[in-house]
């Protein structure tokens, strides 16, 4: 069956302790797999501010995975995670050819840079 | 071009060339939130392309990036900065 190659970033409510994280992150990663996807790589950015307050609350617990997957699953995890409130808010997104030379890239670091930070690293100009 | 001798804009032919372009870019990422907050002004509005010279390419990148970033409260939707 076919797998598209897709990005999930979703924020987890802040007040749980840190078992009750590991095992919702366990909980969507199972969902994923049970749904015939497997999981690139998990990414968790753990306690960050919110730019403004997501019903109530200003802080929350990003998590950010990559992950193969039919196009099916998707609406089955959606629908789960939906349910569960403790899942504040979540964007997924279908990685197309560009995003995934970009995928790439980011994984071997030479990520072009837009605006050269103050200190000086070695400015790559290289365009892909 | 402005041919009204008066205005003040009158020969003025800086062009901005798009930082996108220049550095070849090839998709912009809502998580690079230090790249897209350059873009956006102090209340949280996404700056047109004729401030910040971004190609019509990036600039339409530039904003589903800014929106998904708003979305997922990376970045701000509106900032009231204390007048």
Redesign the interface.
């Known amino acids: 069956m076919k797998k598209d190659f897709y990005e999930m ?1 979703y ?1 987890l409510n802040p007040v749980l302790d840190e078992e009750k994280f590991s095992e919702l992150v366990s909980f969507v990663n199972k969902l994923i797999e049970n749904n015939g996807g497997d999981i690139v790589e998990v990414d968790e950015w753990g306690v960050k501010k ?3 307050d ?1 019903d109530k609350k200003s802080t ?1 617990y ?1 998590v ?1 995975l990559y992950f193969n997957a039919p196009a099916e699953a998707i609406a089955v995890v959606e629908r789960n995670m939906r349910i569960n409130d403790d899942i504040m ?1 979540y ?1 997924t ?1 279908k990685y197309d050819a ?2 995934l ?2 995928y790439d890239l ?1 994984k071997k670091g030479d990520l ?4 050269e930070e103050v200190e000086s690293e070695s400015e790559t ?4 | 071009m402005i041919n009204n001798p008066s205005h003040p804009k009158k020969g003025h032919l800086k062009s901005k060339d798009c930082r996108f372009t220049k550095a070849g870019v090839e998709y912009i990422d809502y998580k690079q939130t230090d790249v897209l907050e350059r873009f956006v002004n102090d209340q949280g509005k996404i700056l047109p392309r004729r401030v910040t010279g971004t190609s019509a390419r990036h600039q339409r990148q530039l904003s589903t990036a800014v929106k998904r970033a708003r979305f997922l409260a990376l970045i701000p939707y509106v900032t009231e900065n204390m007048r």
């Open positions: 970033t924020i919110l730019a403004y997501i929350g990003y950010n808010r964007l997104l560009k995003m030379r970009y980011k072009p840079v837009v605006f100009e290289d365009d892909n």
